[in-house]
């Protein structure tokens, strides 16, 4: 069965930190990837997504993940976060059908 | 922008009752999913909706769930008799092609008490 991992549960950074968010899944055919954000009071936004083509995707706000297909993983990274940042990062792939596995999020805390 | 909507924000019920929550997806939009996310837990995939049949749906879609596009804006999710573990937020989504982006609405926060 298809699942997502998510190592962090939560995250504690100061402003002006890097960030990196691990994912990984299990599935071994060809999967579209997802990370999605959640402000707090706000509904599910995506961030960015992986369909095919350049393992490194840029996605909104300054965030990029990267996709190494040997290690399973599709880890998110920012180099230096912002207070705004605070929120709760999922996670998501779908592999055979379009529904999407979710890991169980990161939240992640930025401190000024 | 377009945005799913969902209707209401907060429903409470008493265990036994239907419930009906609401969802009007992007209006170009021909693929329907709804999600829930028990306190603490992952968000879970529910069921797929596509030309007006389920395309996929979960073990916690029993047969106490049904979904219904009544007309060429809402998407629907009941829940026939409520049990006190039905208790979750509910996210419907829509998309405009298979396995593409999935757009999220606020969700809907069911109590069942």
């Known amino acids: 069965a298809q699942s997502v991992s998510q190592h962090n549960h939560h995250v504690i950074l100061s402003e002006a930190a890097s960030l990196e968010l691990g994912c990984n899944y299990s599935?071994?055919?060809?999967?579209?990837l997802f990370w999605y954000v959640q402000y707090p009071g706000q509904h599910l936004q995506l961030l960015l997504k992986?369909?095919?083509?350049?393992?490194l995707v840029k996605g909104i706000k300054g965030f990029e993940a990267e996709f190494i297909k040997s290690k399973f993983s599709f880890n998110l990274r920012k180099p230096s976060v912002q207070w705004s940042d605070t929120a709760e990062y999922f996670c998501?792939?779908?592999?055979?059908?379009?529904?999407?596995?979710f890991g169980t999020g990161t939240r992640l805390q930025v401190f000024p | 922008e377009p945005e799913v909507t969902q209707t209401p924000s907060h429903q409470v019920t008493q265990m036994g009752q239907e419930v009906i929550l609401r969802c009007v997806p992007i209006?170009?939009?021909?693929?329907f999913y709804w999600y829930r996310q028990i306190l603490g837990q992952k968000v879970e995939f529910l069921v797929s909706?596509?030309?007006?049949?389920?395309?996929?749906k979960s073990e916690i879609f029993d047969d106490q769930f049904s979904v219904e596009r009544p007309d060429g804006s809402n998407f629907t999710l009941k829940i026939r008799s409520t049990k006190l573990e039905d208790s979750a937020m509910y996210f419907c989504?829509?998309?405009?092609?298979?396995?593409?982006?999935?757009?999220f609405g606020p969700g809907t926060r069911l109590t069942v008490t």
């Open positions: 599935y071994g055919g060809t999967v579209n």
């Open positions: 998501a792939v779908n592999g055979n059908t379009d529904k999407l596995i």
């Open positions: 989504a829509s998309s405009e092609e298979v396995k593409g982006e999935q757009y």
């Open positions: 909706f596509y030309n007006n049949e389920i395309s996929e």
């Open positions: 992986y369909f095919s083509g350049d393992p």
């Open positions: 209006s170009n939009h021909l693929y």
